[in-house]
C-alpha cells in the first residue's frame, strides 16, 4: 500500500515537501536611510563647488533680469538696476574664487570668499526686499524713482535729447503667484546667501 505525497494526510504525517518559505524584501528604515544619505552628498558637493553654483545663478537672474527687459519690454527702475548690480558684484567674487582655489592661497582664501558671497547674497535680498515693500506701499521709496512715469524709453526721444523718466519703483510690473519680482528677488537671495554661508562655515579636507 502506498502513499500519496500530496494527500494532505500525507504532508500532515511529514511525507509531502515542505514549501520554500517566501523571502521578503527588505524595505522601511534602510531606504529610507539610503535615500537621506544620497541627499547629504548631493548637499556636500554643492557645498564643495559652491562658488560655481554661485556664478551660474548669479548669471541665471541676470539673464532672465535682461529677457524680461528685451522680451517682456518690463524696464527696469532705479532699484531694478541696483539689484542687478548686486549679481553683477556676486558673479565676479564667484569668479576670483574659482580661480583662488587653483593658487597656492585656495585653503586660505576658501572661507573668506564664501562669507563673502554670502554678505553679497544678503544685501541684495534686503535691498530687494525694501523694493518689494515700495510696491505695496508698506513704506516711502526713493524720490528719484517713487511716483514717477511707468512709460518705457523711447529710443526716438532719447536720439531729440528728450529727458526720459524711468519706470516708477512704487509699481510692481509682473507679479506671480503674488509675489512681485522684486519678492522673489529677495526669496532667491535669501536662500543664496544662507547656502555660501553654509558654505563658508563647513568643514572639508579638501577646496576644490
Not at 32 to 57: G, H, M, Y
Not at 105 to 113: D, E, I
Not at 138 to 159: F, H, I, K, Q, R
Request: aromatic residues 8%; positive net charge; contains cysteine.
Amino acid at each position: 500500500m502506498t502513499s500519496d505525497i500530496n494527500d494532505p494526510k500525507a504532508t500532515s504525517a511529514g511525507l509531502a515537501p515542505a514549501e520554500t518559505p517566501a523571502i521578503e524584501p527588505v524595505r522601511g528604515p534602510a531606504r529610507v536611510e539610503t535615500i537621506a544619505q544620497a541627499k547629504a552628498s548631493i548637499v556636500a558637493v554643492a557645498l564643495e563647488r559652491w562658488p560655481f553654483i554661485a556664478l551660474v545663478a548669479s548669471t541665471a537672474m541676470l539673464a532672465t533680469a535682461h529677457a524680461f527687459e528685451t522680451f517682456g519690454k518690463l524696464y527696469p527702475c532705479p532699484l531694478c538696476l541696483q539689484q542687478r548690480e548686486v549679481f553683477w558684484v556676486a558673479g565676479t567674487i564667484a569668479l576670483i574664487a574659482i580661480a583662488a582655489r587653483y593658487s597656492p592661497w585656495a585653503a586660505r582664501v576658501r572661507r573668506p570668499l564664501d562669507l563673502l558671497l554670502g554678505a553679497i547674497f544678503l544685501y541684495g535680498a534686503g535691498l530687494a526686499a525694501y523694493h518689494a515693500g515700495v510696491e505695496w506701499k508698506w513704506w516711502p521709496g526713493p524720490g528719484t524713482c517713487s511716483g514717477a512715469s511707468a512709460a518705457a524709453s523711447d529710443l526716438v526721444a532719447m536720439l531729440k535729447g528728450d529727458k526720459i523718466k524711468p519706470p516708477a519703483c512704487d509699481k510692481a510690473a509682473w507679479i506671480f503667484l503674488g509675489v512681485s519680482m522684486a519678492g522673489w528677488n529677495a526669496l532667491i537671495s535669501l536662500g543664496l546667501a544662507a547656502a555660501s554661508l553654509a558654505a563658508g562655515l563647513r568643514k572639508t579636507g579638501t577646496v576644490r
